[in-house]
């Protein structure tokens, strides 16, 4: 057989594709945006239902009844020690409040809260920042 040259077919030209580049950068962006949502959403579903020590000491310290002033006064003297040291004003009125709460506390019986300790609750109540 003869070797017939064509002229007509053309060799064969090397033609640059980099579409699957791109395909595996666009899914690699897309992997990382994803593992970043999720990693953003757990952090948010942590944080969300961390136990605030503060906020339940507040709410504890609130819902205290002081028509039991014994109990009352221990309560207040421990929970108020959590906002203790939020300020040196509210340092000071904590002080003075366990001062003017010791009488209640270590006595067998005890007499009901007088205004003046009421009030230096009451305000230290209104000066805590949750």
Sequence with gaps: MQDIE??????????DEYSLYYLLGSVFIA????LALLYLLIRYIKNRNVYNVRREHYKLMTLQNLSKTKEAAY??????LTFRDDSPRNFEMYENLTKRLEPYKYKKEVDAFDDEVKSYIELYRGMIDV
């Design 75 to 80: 309560a207040i003297t421990f929970y108020g």
């Design 6 to 15: 064509l002229h007509d077919i053309k060799t064969i030209v090397e033609i």
């Design 31 to 34: 992997v990382l945006v994803v």
